[in-house]
């Protein structure tokens, strides 16, 4: 049974950093692209991050890019969402997400998800 399992969001100051972590179980990690999407109050689920499964080519979107690192490793089938310099507006439920032998930014691609975890950045 795949399960994604997504730890290490809470409440963080504008400015500070937060490192995001995505177990993953049950699937042939190496061959997934993962990602991150996050979903904000009232609005629809975003894509944040991607890493690929073929070579570890990432992606981001332009509003976290230079702020956010996704990294994956395919021993401990984890990946990670390190966030620096963190913003109001990234306040979210954070999802991690894989695909099989695909890169790909749109959500609808990706099969598997995460429960989501909460990141909360106060003024």
């Known amino acids: 049974q795949v399960q994604l399992d997504e730890s290490g969001g809470g409440l963080v100051q504008a400015g500070g950093s937060l490192r995001l972590t995505c177990a993953a179980s049950?699937?042939?990690?190496?061959?997934?692209?993962m990602g991150w999407f996050r979903q904000a109050p009232g609005k629809g689920r975003e894509f944040v991050a991607t890493?690929?499964?073929?070579?570890?080519?990432?992606y981001y979107a332009d509003s976290v890019k230079g702020r956010f690192t996704i990294a994956r490793d395919n021993v401990k089938k984890t990946v990670y969402l390190q966030m620096s310099s963190l913003k109001p507006e990234d306040t979210a439920v954070y999802y991690c997400?894989?695909?099989?032998?695909?890169?790909?930014?749109?959500?609808?691609?990706?099969?598997?998800w995460g429960q989501g975890t909460q990141v909360t950045v106060s003024s």
């Open positions: 890493i690929s499964w073929s070579d570890g080519s990432t």
């Open positions: 049950g699937l042939t990690f190496s061959t997934y692209t």
């Open positions: 997400a894989a695909v099989r032998y695909q890169v790909t930014t749109e959500a609808v691609r990706y099969n598997y």
